[in-house]
C-alpha cells in the first residue's frame, strides 16, 4: 500500500472476513485510518484487540465501527460518550439480532416456531444457514464488542451463549436441519405458553452486567418492558448507568440491512473527516 | 476577550439567558468555540440563526448543542447523521418535555390532573410558575432546534402550539393559577376517557412533518405505541426517515436534569477536542 503520499488515506473493510482485520494494526502503522462494520477484528482475542487499539492510538490514526453493533443505530458512540464523560454503566441489555428479533416478534404460539425459520429462511431475512443466527454467536460477538468498549477484558469464549441449535442438529446439511427443526417445537412452545402464563414475551437478548457475566439467550419480558414493543427486525439497546438509573437510556430500530449499514458507515466517514478537521 | 493567544478556546454557555446568544457570532469571530446548552439561540429569528451558522463556517469554529435537546440522549447528532448522509426524514415525533411526560405517565384519571401539577410544582419537577411547562413553549423550541437541523426555514412563531393554560389563566398569580386550575380538571378528564375508550394513553408531543407543519401539542396513542411505554419523566424521539420508514429509530430516556444534562455538555466538550486533534 503506497500511503506515504496520501494525507488522511482511509480503508473501509465492508467484508466479514477474519483475515483482513488481521492487516488493520499494519494499514494503521503505515498511517491509513480505518471504517468497518466488521465484528471479527473486536470481537478476536484480547491480545490482538490490544494491539489494534495500543496501535490506532501509537499512530494517532482513527479506527471507527459504529456499525457492527445496531448498524446505523448510535450504539457504540453512545456508549463511548457515557463512558468517556464518567458515567458508570451498570448494565446493557439488548435485542441485537435483527434475524432473531423478527423470529420471536412474529411467533406467536400459533405457527410452529420451525415453520417460521423455514419462511424466514426462505424470504433472505436468516442466513442462508439459519444455525448461524440461532447459535446466538452474532449476538455473543456483539455483546464482546459492547463490553470492550466498556473496558471490560472479555473473550468470547467467556460468554455464555445459549444456543437455540438443538445439540443433534448443530452437523449435517442445511435440508437436514431444516427438515428436522420441527421435532423440537414442543421445547419452544412450552417456554412460550409459560412467558405467556406470567403476561410476558419471549425475546433473545444479549447482556453485559459489569458486576456479574456477560450472556446471550432466551429471556421473557413483561409486555409493559421496552423490549416487548419491538417489531419486524428491530434492534434495541438499554443502557443502565449510574446517571440514566430509574430510567435506563433506550436506543431502538432496524438494526441490519444493506441501507442503513452503508449510512452508518458513510456516518463514521464523515466523523472521520470532523476529526481530520473538516466541518463538524 | 483576549482569546489571542489561546490556540482553542471554548466559551460554554449553561444559561438560558436570551442576552447571552446575541454575542455568539462575536464570539466566534474572536475564534472561540461555542457548547451550550442554551435553547435561545437556536430558535431566536431565522436571521440570527443563519448569521449564527453562517459566522460558525467561515471563522471554522464549532458551535455544538446537542444538549438543547434531550440534555444527554443523542438527538441532535443521530438527525445530523442522518441527514448528511443523505437520509430524508420523513417526519420526526417527540415527547420532548421531561415535566409534561411525568404529567402525563402520572395522570390516570383518578387523582384529578390539577392535583398532579400542583404536586410536581411542589416537589420541583416543573419550573417554579408550571405555565412555563403547561404553555407547550419549550416544546416547541425544540421542534424548531430539530426542524432548523434538517434545513427547514421555521420561525418559533410558525409552530401551532397547543397550550395546556386555560386562556382566563395565563395572567395573574402562580398561586392564583394553582387554586383556579381545578376549574379545568373535567376538560382533561373528557380526553382522558376517550383515549381510554379507544383503549389509548395521552401525550404531549412535537412533531415536525416535512411536507406539512409543525405542532405541538396533547395526542393520543396506543398502548402498543413507543410512546405509551415511556414512564417518570422519559423523552422519547422518534425518527421516520427513507431508510427508517417501516419502523423508526427511537432514541428514549431521561431527558432534562442537571446530571445528564452536564454529561452531555461534557460529551460535546470531548467531542470538540476531537474535532482539533485529540484522540477520537
Known amino acids: 500500500v503506497q500511503s506515504d503520499h496520501l494525507p488522511h488515506a482511509v480503508l473501509v473493510d465492508c467484508t466479514s472476513s477474519l483475515d483482513i482485520p488481521a492487516q488493520y494494526p499494519d494499514w494503521l502503522r503505515r498511517g491509513i485510518h480505518l471504517i468497518t462494520p466488521n465484528k471479527k ?80 429462511q426462505k424470504k433472505g431475512y436468516t442466513e442462508p444457514d439459519p444455525r448461524d443466527d440461532l447459535s446466538g454467536m452474532d449476538v455473543a460477538r456483539k455483546v ?25 442438529l448443530r452437523d449435517g ?16 412452545d412450552l417456554l412460550f405458553q409459560a412467558a405467556q402464563a406470567r403476561d410476558e414475551v419471549l425475546r433473545y ?36 448507568t449510574r446517571r440514566y438509573h430509574t430510567q435506563s437510556l433506550i436506543v431502538q430500530g432496524p438494526g441490519a440491512g444493506p441501507e442503513v449499514t452503508a449510512g452508518g458507515v458513510f456516518a463514521d466517514l464523515l466523523r472521520l473527516a470532523s476529526y481530520l478537521g473538516g466541518d463538524g
Chains 1, 2 share one sequence.
Open 41 to 120: 477484528a473486536n470481537t478476536g482475542t484480547l491480545s490482538f484487540y490490544r494491539t489494534l487499539r495500543s496501535t490506532a492510538r501509537a499512530t494517532n490514526r482513527h479506527y471507527l465501527y459504529e456499525t457492527t453493533v445496531g448498524a446505523g443505530l448510535p450504539i457504540i458512540n453512545t456508549l463511548r460518550d457515557l463512558v468517556q464523560t464518567g458515567d458508570e454503566v451498570l448494565k446493557i441489555e439488548g435485542i441485537l439480532s435483527g434475524t432473531l428479533s423478527y423470529l420471536f416478534n412474529t411467533f406467536d404460539g400459533r405457527i410452529p416456531f420451525s415453520e417460521i425459520v423455514k419462511d424466514a
Open 144 to 168: 464482546v464488542i459492547l463490553a470492550r468498549e466498556m473496558g471490560l477484558l472479555l473473550e468470547l469464549d467467556e460468554v455464555r451463549t445459549e444456543s437455540l441449535v438443538p445439540e443433534s
Open 173 to 188: 446439511s442445511i435440508d437436514d436441519f431444516l427438515s428436522r427443526l420441527s421435532e423440537y417445537d414442543e421445547r419452544i
Open 205 to 240: 437478548v444479549g447482556s453485559i452486567d459489569p458486576a456479574g457475566e456477560c450472556s446471550v439467550g432466551l429471556r421473557s419480558y413483561p409486555r409493559t418492558h421496552a423490549f416487548a414493543g419491538t417489531t419486524g427486525s428491530d434492534n434495541v439497546v438499554a443502557f443502565r
